[in-house]
């Protein structure tokens, strides 16, 4: 349900159906709302890849940071990490099932943010 605000009689206001904390739109939004983690969910829809090459492709982000939001996402079910036995020994991840499901709202707030005028995009 949707919070809204009530008047009684004698003109007082109280909120009726009040979010509770976390409503739903703010779980999904710690999840996927965290610095960088759009773009590794985005990066990682077509295929596995290698940490290296996952950094190269998420420019700006630091590789401490990469690789936090990647133990996050993992420990959220969003993300799987494989360690590849090869020569030198690597790691890859890729989108789980669940993690797959997050590309349609992502995918949506991406069209959503190519309507924002380039001012109000570049604001921080």
Same mark, same amino acid.
Not at 6 to 17: I, L, Q
Not at 44 to 70: H, Y
Not at 97 to 117: C, Q, Y
Not at 119 to 124: D, G, I, L, M, V
């Given at each position: 349900?949707?919070?809204?605000?009530?008047? &009684? &009689?004698?003109?007082? !206001?109280?909120?009726? &159906? /009040?979010?509770?904390?976390?409503?739903?739109?703010?779980?999904?939004?710690?999840?996927?709302?965290?610095?960088?983690?759009?773009?590794?969910?985005?990066?990682?829809? &077509? $295929? /596995?890849? !290698?940490?290296?090459?996952?950094? !190269?492709?998420?420019?700006?982000?630091?590789?401490?940071? #990469?690789?936090?939001?990647?133990?996050?996402?993992? $420990?959220?079910?969003?993300?799987?990490?494989?360690?590849?036995?090869?020569?030198?020994?690597?790691?890859?991840?890729?989108?789980?099932?669940?993690?797959?499901?997050? #590309?349609?709202?992502?995918?949506?707030? !991406?069209?959503?943010?190519?309507?924002? /005028?380039?001012?109000?995009?570049?604001?921080?």
């Amino acid at each position: 349900m949707k919070a809204r605000v009530e008047s &009684d &009689d004698r003109g007082r !206001r109280r909120v009726a &159906d /009040p979010c509770m904390e976390p409503c739903p739109i703010e779980r999904g939004m710690r999840v996927i709302g965290g610095k960088w983690t759009g773009s590794i969910l985005w990066h990682l829809q &077509d $295929e /596995p890849v !290698r940490f290296n090459d996952l950094s !190269r492709m998420i420019g700006g982000a630091s590789k401490k940071m #990469l690789t936090e939001r990647l133990k996050y996402l993992v $420990e959220q079910g969003l993300v799987s990490r494989e360690v590849v036995h090869s020569s030198p020994v690597s790691v890859q991840y890729a989108l789980t099932d669940f993690g797959r499901t997050a #590309l349609a709202v992502l995918d949506e707030l !991406r069209r959503w943010s190519e309507l924002l /005028p380039a001012e109000t995009a570049s604001q921080r």
